[in-house]
């Protein structure tokens, strides 16, 4: 099991940039793809972006392509979300994920494929 740690969520007015952390600790970070999903209120918890276990592929959801970037850096076990010109659409509490299997070849998209998260942090854009 790894424990996850968000870090970087806060209010921003539209067309600002936030970038979000997540520390992780526990098993061997380097293994496993990581991702970023989001929930906003009233809603199911949706894909974001994730990122291979070497970060040689990344993968995002449509909406956020070309603003948002994830990143890693294993040597600090830490995986970033950078989120430039956000909308308010964009609000909603982010949470980091593990991926449950080790070394696979790309990343994952669904819930189901990541078996540890983070307790999420806050980004609110006002208009």
């Known amino acids: 099991q790894v424990q996850l740690v968000e870090s970087g969520g806060g209010l921003v007015q539209a067309g600002g940039s936030l970038r979000l952390s997540c520390a992780a600790s526990?098993?061997?970070?380097?293994?496993?793809?990581m991702g970023w999903f989001r929930q906003a209120p009233g809603k199911e918890r949706r894909f974001v972006a994730s990122?291979?276990?070497?970060?040689?592929?990344?993968s995002y959801v449509e909406t956020v392509k070309g603003r948002f970037t994830i990143s890693r850096d294993n040597a600090k076990n830490t995986v970033y979300l950078q989120m430039n010109s956000l909308k308010p659409e964009d609000t909603a509490v982010y949470y980091c994920?593990?991926?449950?299997?080790?070394?696979?070849?790309?990343?994952?998209?669904?819930?189901?494929?990541?078996?540890?998260w983070g307790q999420g942090t806050q980004v609110t854009v006002s208009p």
């Open positions: 994920a593990a991926q449950r299997r080790a070394l696979t070849a790309v990343a994952g998209h669904s819930i189901s494929d990541f078996s540890s």
């Open positions: 526990g098993r061997t970070f380097s293994n496993y793809a």
């Open positions: 990122i291979t276990w070497n970060g040689g592929s990344t």
